[in-house]
């Protein structure tokens, strides 16, 4: 059972290629990480999966996305919602005007209306402060707040998987703790989750799997422990030893070439 990208080759307007050939999978009771610069191609990935493409103008020309091995990259967003996979969107993304309850409402358009209460009973219970306020106007959270929310109305949906993007961004040290534990806490429910998120050191430090995109491509993947002891994504990635124009290939590149010449 599991999420799977295979090969995927995506074009923007028919012009514009912003995958060119990018493989992961993530397992229904996993935390797989993607790291990458800013254009490496993380959020067309996310885009491919929940069928949000098309929006932007762009269409997968290679490869496929596989759900428990169907294949669902065809299906529009609320049909990979019902098949199963749910997204955070980066920036929350709240109805800043609905109450707490009305936006976790919008997260169950794709189920029966018959037990609402259920759900609501456990997204509450996942956030007991959601429950304080859950008659409050959304667009006067906290960020923190916001992001649980957001994270709430998502799976209220009770997806198999779970698609978070930059779940930390913005948000205060103590409060990236409290999100990293939650995240935690979903995955030992059994929900897969794929996680985007640019504090490398966070996503690493909770996934069980990793994979590093550059530039439409993913060019490593391997257990999480075993990016987190990686020389060069502790320079590249936990370091902040290479700067935004140099790539981890470049920086691999240039210690395989100094060893050849020493």
């Known amino acids: 059972m599991s999420l799977g990208v295979h090969n995927l080759e995506v074009v923007y307007e028919d012009v514009m290629l912003a995958l060119r050939g990018a493989s992961l999978s993530v397992p229904q009771d996993k935390i797989v990480a993607v790291l990458g610069a800013n254009g490496a191609g993380k959020t067309t990935l996310l ?33 990979v919602v019902k ?3 749910s997204q955070v969107m980066e920036g929350r993304r709240v109805f800043t005007e609905f109450t707490v309850e009305e936006n976790l409402r919008v997260g169950a ?19 007991p402060i959601l429950a304080d306020r859950k008659d409050a106007v959304a667009g006067y959270l906290s960020g923190g707040e916001q992001q649980m929310l957001a994270i709430g109305r998502a799976m209220m949906a009770q997806p198999k998987y779970l698609l978070l993007d930059e779940p930390s961004l913005g948000l205060a040290p103590k409060i990236v703790e409290q999100i ?20 490398a ?30 020389s060069d994504i502790q320079e590249f990635y936990l370091g902040g030893g290479a700067d935004s124009t140099t790539s981890l290939r470049d920086v691999k590149h240039y210690k395989r070439r100094k060893r050849w010449l020493s």
Request: a neutral charge.
């Open 47 to 79: 885009r491919a999966i929940t069928g949000l493409l098309d929006v932007h103008r762009g269409k997968i020309t290679r490869g496929h996305v596989s759900l428990d091995g169907s294949t669902i990259d065809t299906r529009k967003a609320a049909g």
């Open 83 to 85: 098949a199963g996979v």
């Open 109 to 127: 358009h794709t189920q029966s209306s018959g037990d609402l209460k259920d759900k609501y009973d456990r997204i509450y219970g996942m956030f």
């Open 180 to 199: 990293r534990d939650l995240i935690v806490s979903i995955r030992d429910s059994g929900t897969g989750i794929l996680l985007i998120e640019q504090n």
């Open 201 to 230: 050191a966070m996503a690493l430090s909770i996934a069980d799997h990793g994979y590093v995109m550059e530039n439409g491509l993913t060019v490593m993947d391997a257990p999480a422990e075993k990016l987190r002891a990686d």
